[in-house]
């Protein structure tokens, strides 16, 4: 076996090729002759296979970068790792992909019937995976395996080579393969790093997403607390006025409340009494309204109730006072009606009380009319 | 039995993975128009042998490669071709049509090349084998100035292989099932982002629960209003409470 490595390194006469003779090496052959010398030896070259970045060529293109072949062309080519811990499967190349078809066949030697190296076969698809359309290009790829594998050689860990053998898988004639080579000249460029960044872009859209959805939650739940506090501390201004005037301090946190807004409003007294006899003057002709507020009235009397009993503990305490916070009791009644308001949901709810508001409205009219005579 | 060393010598000279394997041209125009000429051949490659004297498998030579011989077709009657050549086990049958060798430049015709298989036993009941011959002759005849000479014909004997091609297949089919999967592992991650968006709507549904609470606060000041501006029983109400305390103080 040494004499055709002695005559190849040689050259001379070994250079020249009768006619008929071609290089049809056998897996075995391209294995422990060829790929285990290239791992071995980067600088290695063959006559019969040329060096070519898969990535870069298209298959028609292929043809014309290899060294010798009519039907079958030989390059050797390094194995990309897109990552350290797997091999990528997806061979893309600018006019489309290399997709793996089949099993990957195990490659032995003839003397030692010992795994020597492995023997994938691929099929070369137009477009973008997985939408790719099949052509008749096929690959076949050589690694080592066994006690040939990278692992074992050291030198092989920064590098690894492979052979790969190109064919066409009809039978049409070479001079079709040649014509479609020139029709499918193209760019130069790089897809394999252009889809790269393409995936990476994806990503981060969709966290750019996710982002932009988080902070539009927040945003609406922060609404509604900003107008809570601006009414608490509104409260907790009028106590600490009420407190500082009076030293009783058993009272209720309710009674305060309502004394202390009896005293922020004791300036609109004098304005208020005016608006007063307006007000009564109008009340009676808009007397279709009744029924709508009937349920309000009802709750507005319980929160009068309490009122009036709070009243009656303060004028027993401040005869003088009395009479100034009754007043001021009716300024407080006109405020609200500036803020309007009312819930058609509450006046349906509260429509099965209505007649017994009406009588008990009749009964008050009379008293209060008896009590204005006297005034 | 120099052909034999010169075959050796041969096959020694090259790296390797090289090997004869020439085309149709290349052995008429190459090897078997120089052996009908008597010039020089390129390689010492293709040894002189009576095809029809041994049966395929005792043949000189590698059995599993392609053999070539320069063989002499024996003229049995002056005026016919015999197209039946027997052997020790069985003949060679000839079949389908003579193809034409064609050069791949000037489509010249240069050769006729005739296909055999090889069958045991005796005509016309003979078993078929995977033996096939490519018998390859020259179109035109020598020109009779050169005198009196052989009809060679130059043979390719090989046995038929039969690939098995319905693994790849196979293979295919199972790709495409993984493919399938990959599609459905999608279609599931789409539903995990349509839950996604449901939960977002829930936020929404929160925030208007707070505004109707906050607008409760505001009730309770409204509802006096409404009462007042509705009706002067309620005016009336308060000023009634403001006499009865009145006339109280008057008493006391």
Partial sequence: ?375 | MDNVKLVKNGVLRLPPGFRFHPTDEELVVQYLKRKVCSSPLPASIIPEFDVCRADPWDLPGNLEKERYFFSTREAKYPNGNRSNRATGSGYWKATGIDKRVVTSRGNQIVGLKKTLVFYKGKPPHGSRTDWIMHEYRLSSSPPSSMGPTQNWVLCRIFLKKRAGNKNDDDDGDSRNLRHNNNNNSSDQIEIITTDQTDDKTKPIFFDFMRKERTTDLNLLPSSPSSDHASSGVTTEIFSSSDEETSSCNSFR
Avoid at chain 1, 4 to 25: K, T
Avoid at chain 1, 78 to 99: F, H, S, V
Avoid at chain 1, 165 to 187: I, M, N, P, Y
Avoid at chain 1, 312 to 335: I, K, R
Wanted: with cysteine; glycine share 8%; charged share 20%.
């Fill in chain 1, 1 to 375: 076996m040494d004499i055709p490595y002695y005559h190849y390194d040689h050259g001379g006469d070994s250079q020249y090729l009768p006619p008929g003779f071609r290089f049809h090496p056998t897996d075995e052959e391209l294995i422990t002759h060829y790929l285990l010398r290239k791992v071995l030896d980067g600088c290695f070259s063959s006559r019969a296979i040329a060096e070519v970045d898969l990535n870069k060529c298209e298959p028609w293109q292929l043809p014309g970068r290899a060294k010798m072949g009519e039907k079958e062309w030989y390059f050797f080519s390094l194995r990309d790792r897109k990552y350290p811990t797997g091999l990528r499967t997806n061979r893309a190349t600018e006019a489309g992909y290399w997709k793996a078809t089949g099993k990957d066949r195990e490659i032995f030697s003839s003397k030692t019937c010992a795994l020597v190296g492995m023997k994938k076969t691929l099929v070369f698809y137009k477009g973008r995976a997985p939408k790719g359309e099949k052509s008749n290009w096929v690959m076949h790829e050589y690694r080592l395996e066994g006690k040939f594998s990278y692992h074992f050689i050291s030198r092989s860990s920064k590098d690894e080579w492979v052979i790969s053998r190109v064919f066409q898988k009809t039978t049409l004639a070479s001079t079709g393969a040649v014509s479609e080579g020139g029709g499918g000249g193209g760019a130069t460029v790089s897809v394999s790093s252009g889809t790269g960044p393409s995936k990476k872009t994806k990503v981060p859209s969709t966290i750019s997403r996710n982002y932009q959805e988080q902070p539009s939650s927040p945003s609406s739940v922060s609404l509604p607390p900003l107008l809570d506090p601006t009414t608490t501390l509104g409260y907790t201004d009028s106590s600490c006025s009420y407190d500082s005037r009076s030293t009783n301090t058993t009272v209720t946190a309710s009674a305060i409340t309502e004394h202390v807004s009896c005293f922020s409003t004791v300036p609109t007294t004098t304005t208020a009494l005016g608006l007063d006899v307006n007000s009564f003057s109008r009340l009676p002709p808009p007397l279709g309204f009744d029924f709508d507020p009937f349920p309000r009235f009802v709750s507005r009397n319980v929160s009068t109730q309490s009122n009036f009993r709070s009243f009656q503990e303060n004028f027993n305490q401040f005869p003088y006072f009395g009479s100034s916070s009754a007043s001021t009791m009716t300024s407080a009644v006109n405020l609200p009606s500036f803020q309007g308001g009312g819930g058609v949901s509450g006046m349906n709810y509260w429509l099965p009380a209505t007649a017994e508001e009406n009588e008990s409205k009749v009964g008050v009219l009379h008293a209060g009319l008896d009590c204005i005579w006297n005034y």
